[in-house]
């Protein structure tokens, strides 16, 4: 973890996609009191325009936004940041082939929303090797 | 603690005052007696020294008034009034009277020294008395007078007896002055013992003064490491129930993000099924066992212009029937099983007359089973029927059939 301008270690950024706000909150609010600073933004959109200023070291997306396909942004986003941990949280139930078949090719992690915040807390440690 | 220290010190000064107190009465006291045997001594030695002054003046006087009337000497002369004063006719104006005025004087506090002194008087006066008259004779040229005077005195004896007497006198005083002498060193040892004794007694009390002092600040010293000890142990119980309060706050805190996060993945997941049953264009009745409708989607309402509400817990076969002339109705079951009429009662419904053709679903529910694309019919609120194609799959929940979904799509409108 690199250090901060007086000298406090610099969190890591973490940034939320969702068109929820509520969901965004809770995320924003965990995430937050376990030591991550985070920005939530509600569409793809934002989501470019926060990268591009305050790049992330993580994203977590929803796969249904305002504006675009979740999968679809992440896959943008991985030609600006291919190195940045992309998790996708989605509400829709995949099968489980589909996941290990497709969805695990393109995003690093897929929770769905009915996990538990441990489970999420746990996967995003585990990305950021923190 | 504190206050029973600071009275017994007050106490143990309150004693130290008094023997210091009584040292310096008692001092004060013996030293004043002191000064008084001092005076007493210096009055015994003047008496005793007046008394041989006394004696020393007559032996004097006499032996000068016999060499003046013997040789004429004037030099002799003078010495017996030197020694008598007897040029003015009066005892006190020479040595002799000096000696017994200072004597008489000294012993007037001392009735049995004092008549002494006053024996002496008279035995002196009378020696004097006798140089006045032979130097009375002589100067008168009376020879016979002065033979006379001279044969007749008992000089000798006279000096003797003044002589005893002042030794006497001596004795006496010398011996008052040994007795004064040793009641003096008494009260000098009394002085000394006391001032020692103080001195001692004091200083043991400021020792147990002392005592009492280092005692209580050595309880003092205990109590406030006890107190210390008591606060460092009070601190670590506060610290650990801190962390305890900060842990037990920090799981809360965790549970209730959690919860929330549950409550609002449910109403996600709810809202999300229910938008995919609502956004589906076919009709979908979602069946109880006894075949009463529980749910239905927009479809429904816009195809028969029933709402929901009039339409929920109401009969199945009330808005929907399987067409009577569908031949063998049971041979569109998938999985036939036993006769209609022996399993399933007639289910009667507010169309009454189709009532029976219901009995087909009812079956495939009991058993589990699907039906597929059979012709039906859905009536509406107007009572027009509309042709359809019904689907019925059972409800599931953990291998037990708690219902049924019934989808139907609408193929053409009968009037």
């Known amino acids: 973890m690199t250090a901060g301008s007086d000298g406090t270690p610099m969190k890591k950024h973490i940034l939320i996609v969702d068109d929820e706000a509520n969901i965004r909150d809770l995320l924003e609010e965990f995430l937050t009191h376990n030591g991550f600073r985070v920005t939530t933004v509600p569409s793809a959109y934002e989501a470019q325009q926060t990268v591009k200023r305050d790049a992330p070291n993580l994203i977590i997306s929803d796969l249904q936004l305002e504006d675009s396909d979740g999968l679809d942004m992440i896959e943008q986003l991985k030609s600006t940041l291919p190195k940045t941990p992309m998790v996708l949280l989605t509400g829709v139930l995949f099968d489980p082939k589909v996941v290990r078949e497709t969805l695990s090719k393109k995003v690093s992690c897929y929770l769905e929303k009915t996990s538990s915040l441990a489970r999420i807390l746990h996967e995003v440690q585990r990305l950021l090797a923190v | ?415």
């Open chain 2, 1 to 415: 603690m504190k206050d029973q220290t600071i009275s017994r010190i007050l106490i143990f000064f309150l004693f130290i005052s008094a023997v210091l107190v009584y040292v310096a009465y008692e001092s004060v006291r013996n030293i004043d007696r002191s000064m008084a045997s001092s005076d007493w001594v210096n009055h015994t030695h003047e008496v005793i020294l007046e008394v041989n002054g006394v004696l020393s003046s007559v032996r004097a006087g006499d032996s000068a008034v016999h060499t003046y009337v013997i040789t004429g000497d004037p030099a002799s002369k003078a010495v017996c009034h030197e020694a008598f004063g007897v040029l003015g006719g009066r005892l006190d104006s020479g040595e002799l009277g000096e000696h017994l005025q200072v004597a008489e004087a000294d012993t007037r506090n001392e009735p049995a020294q004092h008549d002494e002194i006053l024996r002496l008087i008279g035995l002196a006066g009378k020696r004097a008395d006798f140089a006045r008259a032979l130097l009375a004779a002589h100067q008168s040229g009376d020879t016979g007078s002065v033979r006379s005077l001279l044969a007749a005195d008992e000089g000798a004896e006279a000096n003797r007896e003044i002589q005893n007497l002042v030794r006497k006198v001596t004795s006496e005083e010398m011996a008052l002055l040994a007795d004064r002498d040793q009641a003096s060193y008494l009260q000098a040892d009394n002085t000394r013992k006391t001032v020692w004794s103080g001195v001692v007694i004091d200083f043991l009390l400021l020792g147990g003064v002392a005592w009492l002092i280092r005692d209580d600040i050595a309880t003092r010293r205990r109590a406030a490491a006890a107190l210390r000890e008591s606060n460092e142990q009070l601190e670590a119980r506060v610290l650990a129930r801190t962390a305890d309060l900060a842990s037990a706050n920090e799981k809360l805190l965790a549970e209730n993000l959690e919860r929330r996060w549950g409550n609002q993945a449910l109403e996600h997941q709810l809202r999300y099924n229910h938008l995919i049953v609502n956004s589906i264009s076919d009709l979908v009745f979602v069946l109880t066992k006894a075949m009463n409708i529980s749910r239905i989607n927009p479809a429904v309402v816009h195809q028969t212009g029933f709402e929901a509400e009039e339409l929920i817990n109401r009969p199945f076969s009330s808005v929907v029937q399987l067409l009577d002339d569908n031949p063998g109705a049971d041979a569109l079951l998938l999985n036939p099983g036993p006769p209609l009429a022996a399993v399933v009662p007639m289910i009667g419904g507010i169309m009454g007359s189709e009532g029976p053709l219901i009995d087909p679903l009812t079956h495939a529910l009991s058993e589990g089973r699907d039906l597929r694309d059979l012709p039906a019919i859905v009536e509406d609120r107007r009572g027009r029927k509309t042709a359809a194609s019904l689907t019925l799959f059972p409800l599931r929940d953990r291998d037990k059939v708690v219902g049924g979904v019934a989808i139907l799509q609408v193929a053409q409108e009968k009037a």
